[in-house]
Each structure stands twice: as C-alpha cells, then as structure tokens.
C-alpha cells in the first residue's frame, strides 16, 4: 500500500507564489512518474505537470514558465514551484504517484486559492 501527503496549498494573490509538497510513503516502485493534477470547480480534473524517476519532464503549455516541478527521489518527495500565479489557476491540486503495474496513487488534494 501506499500513502501520499499533500501541503503547501493556501490563498495567495494574483502574482504570487506558492510551493506544494507531496511526499510518498509505503511500497514504492523503482520506476515511476509522479505528478500534480488540479480541479476547478466544476471541470474536469487535468494534468498540471508530472516528472519521471529518471528525469523526464513535462509541463502543460497553461503553466509552462510559471510553475516548475521537481523531486527528491530519495525522499519520494515531489515539489510543485507556482509562480506569477493567476486567478485561474484556483482548483484542488492532486499529487499523483504512478507506478505502472504496481498501482496508480492519489493524494487528498490541496486548496490553491489566487484572488485578490
């Protein structure tokens, strides 16, 4: 089993920053991609950003120069770095752990409020 706790969310104004945690505790697989997710309300959850074991790297083109994800592998810790933040970007962020075969993991999820 594993486990995902989420923090770092919270009320900001438009313009600033704010960084999200998710840390991964239990049985974690050598290979796999961990993510941020986010859902507004009423839409469709959507990928934010995700980072594989070995580098890979992906940022949706909506925060691509505003919010940078990294991880500590050894910590099984990902990071989500929001910057120039937007009143669109208001949703729950969802930390996503994919381990391909050996399950596909999900956070609680962490308010993130832009508003002035």
């Known amino acids: 089993q594993v486990q995902l706790v989420e923090s770092g969310g919270g009320l900001v104004q438009p313009g600033g920053s704010l960084r999200l945690s998710c840390t991964a505790s239990?049985?974690?697989?050598?290979?796999?991609?961990m993510a941020w997710y986010r859902q507004a309300p009423g839409k469709q959850r959507e990928l934010v950003a995700a980072?594989?074991?070995?580098?890979?790297?992906n940022h949706v083109p909506a925060v691509r120069g505003r919010f940078t994800i990294s991880r500590d592998n050894a910590k099984n810790t990902v990071y989500l770095q929001m910057n120039n933040l937007k009143p669109e970007d208001t949703a729950v962020y969802y930390c996503?752990?994919?381990?391909?075969?050996?399950?596909?993991?999900w956070g609680q999820g962490t308010q993130v409020t832009v508003s002035s």
């Open positions: 996503n752990l994919n381990q391909f075969s050996k399950g596909d993991y």
């Open positions: 239990g049985n974690i697989a050598g290979g796999n991609i």
């Open positions: 980072k594989s074991n070995d580098g890979l790297t």
